[in-house]
């Protein structure tokens, strides 16, 4: 288990540094976006002048507010609460992120499944867990947002965040086909019947 320190923009050859249990923290740039944001790019057709390619995303509509634009607030919003949403969801777009954007990390939480695992192992890519719950934590590791793209679909945006300190996370997978989830998994159903069997009952 090791901890990478990683300013973004990142290589695949780091991408493919990052085992399962390891943890990271990113630094200056991430790119926020959920459902909508990927319907739009990939169903849809739409293009975007942000250039992800090496780049993190993060799964999340966040909360903020408009205000006017300045140094601190380039962009003309202010981050109010930064959360993260469910991943599974968006599994089916994972291997178009990474082919046609050049994304290689993409933050969530409750994990992904094997087509995601697939798409990691083949181009170079991880998967780094956040729990549920840690929104406000989350959202004083951004500095400020930078800019935004595909705001029509607002809060499903496509965001850039500056951020500072973003993390540690936890490696929960990887491009080596290891998952968190898959080993958790495993672990609960070999406890479950060896409880079942303790209990004198047939599974």
Request: proline content about 3%; hydrophobic content about 40%.
């Amino acid at each position: 288990m090791a901890h990478h320190e990683l300013a973004m923009p990142i290589t695949e050859q780091q991408a493919r540094s990052l085992r399962v249990n390891d943890t990271v923290t990113l630094q200056k740039t991430l790119f926020g976006l959920r459902d909508a944001t990927l319907i739009h790019l990939f169903d849809r057709g739409r293009t975007t002048r942000f250039d992800l390619r090496g780049h993190a995303v993060i799964h999340t509509a966040p909360n903020v507010k408009q205000v006017p634009r300045s140094a601190e607030h380039p962009a003309g919003y202010a981050p109010l609460c930064v959360g993260t949403t469910t991943s599974a969801r968006m599994e089916r777009f994972t291997r178009d992120l990474m082919s046609a954007q050049g994304v290689r990390i993409i933050i969530g939480k409750g994990g992904m499944e094997e087509k995601t695992l697939a798409a990691f192992s083949e181009l170079g890519g991880a998967y780094l867990a956040i729990v549920g719950g840690a929104a406000a934590l989350e959202t004083t590791w951004i500095e400020r947002i930078e800019d935004v793209d595909l705001d029509d679909l607002n809060p499903e945006s496509l965001w850039r965040f500056a951020i500072r300190d973003f993390g540690p996370l936890l490696v929960a997978m990887d491009s080596h086909g290891a998952s968190l989830y898959d080993s958790v998994a495993s672990d609960a159903q070999t406890r479950r019947a060896g409880v079942l069997r303790s209990l004198g009952v047939k599974a």
